[in-house]
């Protein structure tokens, strides 16, 4: 039994007729009668009456006919979607990240992408770590993830889309407001350093360079945080001093009561995207991974290629 058994045999139901199916496939009338033969010697019982007017199908044929064009009907639309996704023109993109990522690097990237998909939807998961991003990129619940870059990880593939300084935020009529930019003196004399939480990415990034910095393990946190907002906020609120990088948007209000030094002594940190294989991307996913890439603001990295 065949697909194609089962498209000629409603076919001929529906038309009544196998001349006129043969007639509709370009097809002899001939070669329409073996596809409903294949049928009824598989279902081991006849499908169809002939009579002089044409054919009827018989109560087992009835039984079949509205099975297969319910299904064929269903396996019709779920090709033309294939087809769609296929061609880049519906589907749905599945994306993780973090609890600000989207106003900071996508907003402009989704209202573009909507622009030019309007057929694809945007489905955003909130994840609280990379790792969290793997162990759902793994469980194939997600298409993309937006992380902060760390090693490589097996499994998946990463590109970097754009680097992002450190600064140091403090509130206007702090004393370090003053300055131009931050030292590795001023961290370490900080007595209310806001700093990402330890499992997080960036603090092993930043505590790695700290002890090259000859800051031992790091400055003493006095407040500990989930996203890169909320240390602003607390910054604003007159709570500490927050070092966070450089975000898209952080010179903006509501963030302007802030003064922003910079930290040159501290590498810049990469983030960008996680996927299990770019060749194996659906044309939307791999569309909404470059809309991103191309409409995100900030420094782009040295070296912009996968890794992995």
């Known amino acids: 039994m065949t697909l194609d058994d089962l498209r000629v045999f409603v076919a001929v139901c529906r038309a009544g007729s196998l001349s006129a199916v043969a007639r509709e496939l370009s097809c002899t009338q ?33 039984i079949l006919r509205a ?13 033309r979607r294939l087809d769609d996704l296929s061609r880049g023109e519906s589907g749905s993109v599945r994306v993780a990240t973090g609890a600000t990522s989207v106003r900071h690097f996508m907003a402009a990237a989704i209202v573009a992408f909507r622009r030019t998909h309007p057929q694809v939807s945007l489905e955003f998961q909130t994840v609280s770590s990379s790792r969290s991003c793997f162990e759902a990129l793994a469980a194939h619940d997600l298409d993309l ?39 590795p003196e001023d961290l370490g004399a900080s007595a209310q350093l806001i700093l990402p939480p330890a499992h997080a990415t960036s603090r092993a990034h930043l505590d790695s360079h700290f002890t090259d ?42 963030h302007t009561p802030l003064t922003l030094l910079p930290v040159p002594s501290l590498p810049p940190l990469r983030v960008g995207w996680a996927v299990r294989r770019w060749s194996a991307l659906s044309p939307p996913a791999r569309a909404f991974a470059d809309t991103v890439d191309e409409n ?11 890794i992995g």
């Open 30 to 62: 001939s070669a329409v009668s073996q596809h409903v033969k294949r049928l009824e010697k598989e279902v081991g019982t006849g499908l169809v009456e002939r009579h002089a007017r044409g054919v009827v199908p018989t109560p087992a044929g009835r």
């Open 67 to 79: 099975a297969a064009a319910d299904g064929l009907g269903a396996l019709d639309q779920a090709l």
């Open 145 to 183: 993830a937006w992380i902060t870059m760390g090693p490589p990880e097996r499994g998946v593939e990463l590109r970097p889309v754009v680097e992002l300084p450190w600064v140091l935020a403090v509130s206007e009529d702090d004393p370090l407001a003053a300055k131009a930019t931050a030292t």
């Open 213 to 254: 910095l000859g800051l031992g393990k790091g400055p003493a946190s006095g407040t500990g945080i989930a996203d890169w907002d909320t240390a602003v906020h607390l910054a604003e609120l007159g709570l500490g001093h927050a070092l966070v990088p450089d975000l898209p948007g952080l010179r903006t209000p509501p």
């Open 296 to 306: 995100c603001p900030g420094r782009r990295p040295v070296r912009p290629e996968p």
